[in-house]
């Protein structure tokens, strides 16, 4: 069982930063593409950034410019800083490492931006 552990979340205000971490086991980290999803009550969960293997990144249109992903090989740690945040942030953050048909998710980390 592939176990990804996401670190970072909490209370935050508006126009603040946080930084995400989620941990991935080495056996797969460097072979696999890592993204951020979140999902806020009521809705579907969403992307928010990605990145692959080679470390290309790609952005949700409503993060993009605010938030960066990259992924350190060396650690087996994929980040998500977000900066300029919005009420709208809120939401439940998960990882997810994906290969193919193949996909593994973290257990998800809580966001809160108070206005």
């Known amino acids: 069982q592939v176990k990804l552990v996401e670190s970072g979340g909490g209370l935050v205000q508006v126009g603040g930063s946080l930084r995400l971490s989620c941990a991935a086991p080495?056996?797969?980290?460097?072979?696999?593409?890592m993204g951020w999803y979140r999902q806020a009550p009521g809705k579907e969960r969403e992307l928010v950034a990605s990145?692959?293997?080679?470390?290309?990144?790609n952005y949700a249109d409503s993060v993009r410019g605010r938030f960066t992903i990259s992924r350190d090989n060396a650690k087996n740690t994929v980040y998500l800083q977000m900066n300029r945040l919005k009420p709208e942030d809120t939401a439940a953050y998960y990882c997810k490492a994906y290969r193919f048909a193949v996909n593994f998710w973290g257990q998800g980390t809580q966001v809160t931006v108070s206005s």
């Open positions: 080495i056996s797969i980290f460097s072979s696999y593409n």
């Open positions: 990145i692959t293997s080679a470390g290309f990144a």
